[in-house]
């Protein structure tokens, strides 16, 4: 029997193509988190205070296509900016990939279900109130540090 590599383990992220970079996102929701960064430190931490598209419950973008029109800083990910951004979680399928890294078992690419990343605590789903609900002056009430939760591999 001929085996094949993850393509995750020998492709770089600019050599994907775009159903491979689609399917590394493991629906998880944590970059749809606002964050506040210290002013001093430069330090970000996460808030379970969520983009105004993302629906709480399902852990989805409810305008995936027209996101960028209403949330104009929506992060839409490329390889350079996955090197960039410091505060992608450590489970991000994308920063797993960029350090060489393996998939957890959760992921739907190893799990072959989307519901996996909900079932093992990672994601955001049921976790999260509207920023259309929170004062911004009020976000710091919000901080959490579960977005930085790493289970099993
Ligand atoms: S943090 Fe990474 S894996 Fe999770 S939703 Fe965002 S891009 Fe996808
Ligand atoms: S616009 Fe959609 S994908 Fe972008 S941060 Fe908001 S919920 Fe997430």
Not at 13 to 42: H, Y
Not at 124 to 148: C, H, I, K, N, Q
Request: charged letters at 25%.
């Amino acid at each position: 029997m001929i085996m094949t590599e993850a393509f995750w383990k020998t492709k770089r992220l600019d050599e994907l193509n775009p159903q491979e970079w689609e399917s590394l996102c493991d629906g998880c929701g944590l970059c749809c988190l606002n964050k506040l960064e210290d002013w001093d430190t430069g330090e970000v931490a996460f808030t379970s205070v969520a983009c105004r598209l993302l629906d709480g419950s399902s852990c989805r973008c409810t305008n995936y296509p027209n996101r960028q029109a209403i949330v104009p800083d929506c992060i839409q990910l490329t390889p350079t900016e996955v090197d960039e951004i410091s505060w992608l979680p450590p489970t991000c399928g994308y920063r797993l990939a960029r350090d060489g890294e393996d998939l957890y078992w959760w992921h739907h690419l190893i799990s072959g279900d989307r519901e996996t990343v909900h079932q093992a605590g990672i994601s955001a789903r049921g976790r999260t109130v509207s920023e259309t609900e929170v004062d911004v002056d009020d976000f710091e009430d919000y901080l959490v540090d579960w977005p930085l939760t790493v289970g099993q591999r």
